[in-house]
């Protein structure tokens, strides 16, 4: 399978707390997204980063991408309760289709 | 603005019926993309079309699954004779230009049930 692998599959943290999701995958790619699912919504774009990048920052997410182990992490930090989602990977292998991964499911206590 | 929407929001139809599900994307998007997403499981890809065209039809899980564009703009996904195993979330998205730097956006989804 092309798809992504995020791990943990679930994460519950206290609120304030940092809140880091791992992605790995198995094919090159020309970039990786992630992405958030609220519980009966869509997915929301988060930051996308491309093969050449290592390190990516918007707001208080920081995602890294190491492209020789396959792998990439999305960390959250200062977490809240409305942070409380599915997050998933994606990964564009060039093929203009997204691969998605079975995504983390994060819980952030109040 | 307006984003991407899907109809219905809910379908529950009986095993073997037809059902026929519509994404409308964003204004100006030329690249549609499906997926679905069954319970428990990561997204699918099932289909994209680059203005009314589908390239690679690939991903459909079978035949009974089809999808048209029309006008470059408005999808259909239609399943034929339904199975229980359709049962899932299915999501369209769309984005300005069919190349991968550019940011997929989602529509809030159609649940099917199959009785």
């Known amino acids: 399978s092309q798809q992504g692998e995020e791990d943990p599959q679930a994460l519950s943290i206290q609120e304030g707390e940092n809140a880091t999701m791992n992605c790995s995958y198995k094919t090159s790619i020309n970039n990786l997204q992630w992405y958030r699912q609220n519980s009966g919504r869509g997915l929301v774009h988060l930051i996308l980063i491309r093969s050449n990048e290592r390190e990516k920052h918007s707001g208080r997410l920081r995602v890294t991408l190491d492209t020789s182990k396959k792998s990439s992490s999305l960390l959250i930090t200062a977490s809240r309760a409305a942070d409380t989602a599915s997050y998933f990977c994606a990964t564009d292998p060039g093929a203009n289709n997204l691969f998605f991964g079975t995504g983390t499911r994060l819980t952030v206590i109040p | 603005g307006a984003g991407v929407s899907q109809s219905p929001s809910n379908k529950v139809t009986e095993k073997g019926k037809d059902v026929e599900l519509r994404c409308d994307p964003i204004?100006?998007?030329?690249?549609l993309y499906w997926y679905r997403q069954s319970l428990g499981q990561g997204l699918e890809f099932l289909i994209y079309f680059q203005g009314n065209s589908a390239p690679d039809k690939s991903g459909l899980p079978s035949d009974r699954f089809s999808a048209e564009r029309t006008g470059g703009s408005v999808s259909t996904l239609t399943i034929q004779r339904t199975q229980q195993e359709d049962s899932a979330v299915y999501l369209c998205?769309?984005?300005?230009?069919?190349?991968?730097?550019?940011?997929?956006?989602f529509g809030p989804g159609t649940r099917l049930t199959v009785l």
């Open positions: 204004s100006g998007h030329t690249a």
């Open positions: 998205a769309s984005s300005i230009l069919l190349a991968f730097t550019d940011t997929q956006y």
